[in-house]
C-alpha cells in the first residue's frame, strides 16, 4: 500500500516515488523482492499467484470493510481528524 501523507514535508518527491513505484520498472523490481503486484504484464515470483484467475472484490461487500479500515487508520494516524 501506498499513501502520500496530507502534510508531507516533500509531497512533489513522494508523488514522483509513487509515480514510479506503480510503473512497470518498479513492480518488476517489487515483484523480484517477492511483493505481491497487481500490474498485468509484469511477471509474478510466488507460483501460487500464477494458477489462480484474479477477480474484482463485490462494492457492497468489500465498501464497509474500507470504511472501518478508514476509520481505524484515521484513529491511529490522524487522532480521529
Given at each position: 500500500?501506498?499513501?502520500l501523507?496530507?502534510?508531507?514535508?516533500?509531497?512533489?518527491a513522494?508523488?514522483?516515488?509513487?509515480?514510479?513505484?506503480?510503473?512497470?520498472?518498479?513492480?518488476?523490481l517489487?515483484?523480484?523482492?517477492?511483493?505481491?503486484?497487481?500490474?498485468?504484464?509484469?511477471?509474478?515470483?510466488?507460483?501460487?499467484?500464477?494458477e489462480k484467475?484474479?477477480f474484482?472484490a463485490?462494492?457492497?461487500?468489500?465498501g464497509?470493510?474500507?470504511e472501518?479500515?478508514?476509520?481505524?487508520?484515521?484513529?491511529?494516524?490522524t487522532?480521529?481528524?
Amino acid at each position: 500500500m501506498l499513501m502520500l501523507a496530507r502534510h508531507a514535508p516533500h509531497p512533489h518527491a513522494a508523488a514522483l516515488l509513487i509515480d514510479w513505484t506503480l510503473s512497470e520498472e518498479g513492480q518488476a523490481l517489487l515483484a523480484t523482492l517477492g511483493y505481491v503486484v497487481a500490474r498485468k504484464g509484469v511477471k509474478q515470483t510466488i507460483p501460487a499467484l500464477l494458477e489462480k484467475e484474479s477477480f474484482l472484490a463485490d462494492p457492497d461487500f468489500i465498501g464497509p470493510i474500507l470504511e472501518e479500515t478508514g476509520k481505524d487508520f484515521r484513529g491511529i494516524f490522524t487522532s480521529g481528524r
